[in-house]
């Protein structure tokens, strides 16, 4: 088989997704890159856009058939092939070390389960490291999505023509950044791109609301080719912690995921907070890290 490589173009973003969905379909040892991480990824405010034109995509006519990019920016990599074209494979991670290292080196997060993929990794000096990170798993045919809400709450859905402030200040107090709430143009439009990707269903972005407006925050991503929601993000303001709303905003986007025909649903997480609601450990992943060459 022929293969061409090419670097990643504004056009390839929904060959991507495709491709992620197929990849995923075939198995799920790379559940933890699905085509919403890599949405939620690409249009993330810490996303690296100068860099984009460094991805690296394999294609067999049309079709995206092997991918290797970064996470964000450069210091993380992943990448993948489909099942028939796992030769490519060392290809791809020659092109991951000569193109996504930082100064500390080069992170890669694999499967436990991927023998063959740790090995690889170990034939180019990869060493593990203590870094991980392990996906949870809802079936979503048999969860309890039960939950009451905090009376003095209101659900709604985000509304992304009009809930830009509200949104990036929810988004920076739930994450705990340091500092006042950045309003520069700037920052703001990049906040207002985050909002703008393709596939971003409002229904499934809910916020737990009040008088004095957002106070949690859960974005969820469904796909109606796909069996599986993705969860990403989860954030409540520290003032509004330990009232429920963190599950009442997870368990009503499930539900509503369910209600499109999702079957299951994923989180990177290995918080208890998810394991408490109904989600069961699914695989683990650890990190493998090439030191810079001296």
Not at 147 to 162: A, G, I, V
Not at 169 to 186: A, I
Not at 236 to 261: F, N
Request: glycine share 6%; net charge negative.
């Amino acid at each position: 088989m022929k293969t061409e490589f090419r670097n990643f173009a504004h056009d390839d973003y929904q060959s991507v997704c495709q491709f992620l969905i197929k990849l995923n379909d075939e198995s799920r040892q790379n559940i933890n890159w699905n085509w919403a991480r890599w949405e939620w990824m690409f249009f993330h405010p810490e996303l690296d856009i100068e860099s984009l034109d460094t991805i690296g995509l394999w294609f067999d006519d049309d079709e995206v058939v092997g991918l290797a990019t970064y996470d964000h920016y450069n210091g993380e990599a992943f990448f993948a092939t489909l099942t028939a074209y796992k030769s490519l494979e060392e290809q791809l991670l020659e092109y991951v070390i000569a193109n996504f290292q930082d100064k500390t080196g080069l992170g890669i997060a694999v499967n436990d389960a991927n023998e063959a993929g740790i090995a690889l990794l170990e034939k180019y000096n990869f060493e593990i490291a203590q870094q991980s990170e392990q996906v949870l798993a809802c079936d979503l045919e048999n969860a309890d999505l039960h939950y009451e809400l905090h009376p003095d709450f209101q659900l709604h859905n985000l509304q992304p023509e009009n809930d830009l402030y509200e949104h990036h200040e929810v988004l920076w107090e739930g994450f705990e950044n340091e500092g006042p709430l950045p309003l520069d143009e700037k920052t703001l439009n990049v906040q207002k791109r985050m909002l703008t990707a393709p596939h971003l269903d409002s229904s499934l972005h809910i916020v737990a609301k009040n008088q004095a407006g957002f106070a949690a925050y859960c974005g969820g991503w469904y796909d109606k080719t796909t069996d599986y929601a993705y969860i990403e993000p989860l954030c409540t303001k520290p003032a509004y912690r330990k009232l429920g709303l963190g599950k009442a905003l997870v368990l009503e986007t499930l539900h509503r995921c369910g209600l499109m025909g999702a079957k299951k649903a994923y989180v990177i997480s290995d918080d208890s907070f998810y394991k408490n609601i109904g989600f069961e450990e699914h695989s683990h992943f650890s990190f493998y890290w090439y030191k810079p060459q001296v």
